[in-house]
């Protein structure tokens, strides 16, 4: 069965995040001071394959893990979602 | 009243995505085989102040297209919801 997932990696809250900062106080720049707090990270998208949702979920955790996140200064979320029915 | 804006930046799909690419070729390395076509963008969380759910949104449009994306070369997508109820 083919999975698509999801994937949000950003900064730890704990930690300053120097792009964000950057690209909030140039908001006011364009006329947009409402806006603040802005932090970066990375979404990623990405298709597998696997017998069912819990080992699809099992292997896109384990790649978070294991290559896409660095787990000192990142945090990952991330959705599964099956690309077709059970056939 | 507050929003939180959850901004989803990705490289447009008909371009080549080399960072992804350079991932999902390093997957099998972690003996995870099944995953593929990954692509990477930006995931940008933010807080503004506006006057309601529509102006927050045209705000969030409006940093997209001016200052966060390159339109040239990617696409976005956002989500926008309040933090407090009206007082």
Same mark, same amino acid.
């Given at each position: 069965m083919k999975f698509s997932?999801?994937?949000d990696?950003?900064?730890l809250p704990a930690l300053l995040d120097?792009?964000?900062k950057a690209?909030?106080?140039?908001?006011? !720049?364009i006329g947009l001071a409402g806006i603040g707090n802005v932090r970066i990270g990375k979404h990623i998208t990405l298709e597998?394959?696997?017998?069912?949702?819990a080992e699809a979920e099992s292997q896109v955790k384990e790649a978070c893990e294991?290559?896409?996140? !660095?787990q000192?200064?990142?945090?990952?979320?991330?959705?599964?979602?099956a690309l077709e029915a059970v056939a």
């Open positions: 997932a999801s994937i990696i950003m900064p120097p792009q964000g690209v909030s106080s140039n908001m006011k !720049n597998l394959e696997a017998a069912n949702q294991k290559l896409l996140t !660095n000192i200064m990142e945090q990952f979320e991330f959705h599964v979602e």
